[in-house]
């Protein structure tokens, strides 16, 4: 890509080059711009050649193209950082509630387990009852005893 654009940068100067050579005649008359606005006197300038002016206006367009350019790189390269800082703030607040969610994890899995023990032992003593009550025998009252 980058050897395309070099040689369209080469005929492009060489055509130019062309044209000026054949047209040199034509070129070579001298020009004088006038400017008339309703409110400022009338302005002229100095007899110029033709080319001069090609030339000028031709520069003065690379010019502005080179501020546009520039004017967006820097404005592409302001939202890049501030996206960068913005990701960087979002990638803090993650790592911060992970560790807080490790935290709150660690806490209910104590708690779970605590919670699971006094379970355990709550269907542990019935158990407990149950197995003493079944060694003695409900027998009938004793009629002698009574």
């Known amino acids: 890509m980058r050897y395309l654009k070099v040689l369209l940068l080469v005929l492009l100067i060489f055509f130019s080059l062309v044209f000026f050579f054949q047209n040199q005649t034509a070129l070579s008359t001298a020009m004088t711009l006038k400017l008339n606005l309703f409110f400022v006197p009338e302005m002229t300038s100095?007899?110029?050649?033709?080319?001069?002016?090609?030339?000028?206006?031709?520069?003065?367009?690379?010019?502005?193209?080179?501020?546009l350019l520039l004017w967006d790189k820097m404005h592409l390269t302001a939202r890049y950082m501030k996206s960068k800082w913005r990701v960087a703030a979002l990638e803090r607040e993650v790592a911060k509630l992970k560790k807080s969610l490790d935290g709150e994890t660690a806490r209910g899995d104590f708690l779970r387990k605590v919670s699971r023990e006094k379970a355990q032992a709550i269907e542990a003593a019935p158990v407990k009852e149950k197995a003493e009550a079944q060694p003695e025998e409900v027998t009938a009252p004793d009629p002698d005893k009574a």
Do not use: Q
């Open 46 to 67: 100095i007899p110029l050649p033709f080319y001069f002016i090609v030339i000028v206006a031709f520069f003065v367009g690379a010019l502005l193209a080179v501020a």
